[in-house]
């Protein structure tokens, strides 16, 4: 009798690999709207990280013509939108924490987090 075989879209792979990387998050005992935040927060940190080192080959390739210069200026343009939706994120972890009856070990545990 051949075994059953199983495999998962990259999509469904990609899924997995959150999952697995929020556990913490998924485990703490914050309010799930904090949960969501912190996540998100994550979430656009990578993002970050993946486009920083977009810029910094780009950067190596050298800006030899218009076309390569104004692919650099796009994706500092596309770091700097990144950022700014970091900054939001983290205002409104800031709002969040503050209107949530929270302990201060919660707090703690949010901002731990957060880093």
Sequence with gaps: ?????VSLS???KTNAK??????????SNLPDTIKQILKN??????QIADKQAE?????QEGLQSEQQREKLKLLQTELGMLNSALAGA???LN?????QDLSDEQIQTALSLML
């Design 1 to 5: 009798m051949p075994g059953v075989y």
């Design 10 to 12: 990259e999509l469904g």
């Design 18 to 27: 959150q999952a697995e990387q929020n556990k913490d998050i998924d485990d």
């Design 41 to 46: 927060i994550r979430d656009l940190k990578q």
């Design 55 to 59: 810029i910094d080959k780009a950067s």
């Design 90 to 92: 983290q205002q409104s």
């Design 95 to 99: 709002k969040a924490l503050q209107q």
